[in-house]
């Protein structure tokens, strides 16, 4: 009986990252987005660049957090985005990246069509949505009416076969839930670089974070084919895996 293939987004990819958006994530309550943006580039006196370097502490903190697939506290939702980009095509985003895109930071943006598509599919019991709308720096409006959703996936599978991939993998000497921990090294993201366990062909979930490598999404053959269909799928950069057998 034939595997039903299972699909390796790697959005860290060159060409991946050439799709990315420059847009700041705001956290309510968190950090101040808006004066970390005043004070950034600033000539700082003692007491700004303090608190310049407490904003960034607490804003890498929870951006350390998304990137290792844990759940965003609920206090500290995000709301908005913002962007500094003149350009007047930038509030037309959900027309030219259908579905999904990312921002050049690692945060996984949902268009309300692409929400509604995955919302069918089984994406466990951690996965959350955050409502979110784009703003703009320097006046603090809306970009456009659009609703979007931040992605944070929290539920994870460890299929990851270290010693069959083909692409190079770095030992990030870590260990994230009792899981040694890789990266897949730049310029080795191919067809069948990675390589898991046949058993993930029936993984209960569509789209799953595997611990064993960092900043790792993988995607069932039917959540790759509903995206493909209404061409949601260009920006989730896809790439084929390597199923093996293993007693």
């Given at each position: 009986m034939a595997l039903s293939p299972i699909?390796?987004?790697?959005?860290?990819?060159?060409?991946?990252?050439?799709?990315?958006?420059n847009f700041d994530m705001a956290f309510p309550e968190k950090f101040d987005l808006l004066r970390l943006y005043d004070i950034e580039y600033k000539m700082r006196n003692t007491s700004e660049d303090e608190e310049f370097h407490r904003l960034m502490k607490a804003s890498v903190t929870i951006h350390d957090a998304y990137l290792n697939c844990e759940p965003l506290p609920i206090e500290h939702a995000p709301t908005r985005m913002y962007t500094?980009?003149?350009r007047s095509e930038i509030k037309d985003i959900h027309q030219k990246f259908h579905g999904f895109f990312k921002t050049l930071d690692g945060y996984k943006i949902?268009?309300?069509?692409?929400?509604?598509?995955?919302?069918?599919?089984?994406?466990?019991?951690?996965?959350?949505?955050?409502p979110i709308r784009l703003y703009h720096y320097e006046t603090n409006q809306p970009v456009n009416n659009e609703?979007?959703?931040?992605?944070c996936l929290t539920d994870w599978r460890n299929y990851l076969l270290p010693e069959f991939c083909e692409g190079k993998l770095k030992d990030r000497q870590?260990?994230?839930?009792?899981?040694?921990?890789?990266?897949l090294r730049p310029g080795y993201e191919f067809n069948d670089a990675i390589a898991l366990l046949s058993e993930a062909s029936n993984c209960d979930l569509d789209l799953w974070h595997d611990p064993a490598l960092h900043g790792s999404l993988f995607m069932s053959d039917r959540l790759k084919q509903a995206l493909e269909q209404v061409d949601f799928l260009p920006c989730w950069h896809v790439l084929s895996t390597k199923l093996v057998y293993k007693q």
């Amino acid at each position: 009986m034939a595997l039903s293939p299972i699909w390796y987004s790697c959005y860290q990819a060159v060409e991946a990252q050439k799709k990315s958006f420059n847009f700041d994530m705001a956290f309510p309550e968190k950090f101040d987005l808006l004066r970390l943006y005043d004070i950034e580039y600033k000539m700082r006196n003692t007491s700004e660049d303090e608190e310049f370097h407490r904003l960034m502490k607490a804003s890498v903190t929870i951006h350390d957090a998304y990137l290792n697939c844990e759940p965003l506290p609920i206090e500290h939702a995000p709301t908005r985005m913002y962007t500094s980009d003149p350009r007047s095509e930038i509030k037309d985003i959900h027309q030219k990246f259908h579905g999904f895109f990312k921002t050049l930071d690692g945060y996984k943006i949902l268009t309300e069509e692409g929400y509604r598509l995955i919302q069918q599919f089984n994406l466990g019991q951690g996965t959350q949505f955050f409502p979110i709308r784009l703003y703009h720096y320097e006046t603090n409006q809306p970009v456009n009416n659009e609703t979007y959703y931040l992605m944070c996936l929290t539920d994870w599978r460890n299929y990851l076969l270290p010693e069959f991939c083909e692409g190079k993998l770095k030992d990030r000497q870590r260990l994230k839930g009792n899981v040694n921990s890789y990266r897949l090294r730049p310029g080795y993201e191919f067809n069948d670089a990675i390589a898991l366990l046949s058993e993930a062909s029936n993984c209960d979930l569509d789209l799953w974070h595997d611990p064993a490598l960092h900043g790792s999404l993988f995607m069932s053959d039917r959540l790759k084919q509903a995206l493909e269909q209404v061409d949601f799928l260009p920006c989730w950069h896809v790439l084929s895996t390597k199923l093996v057998y293993k007693q």
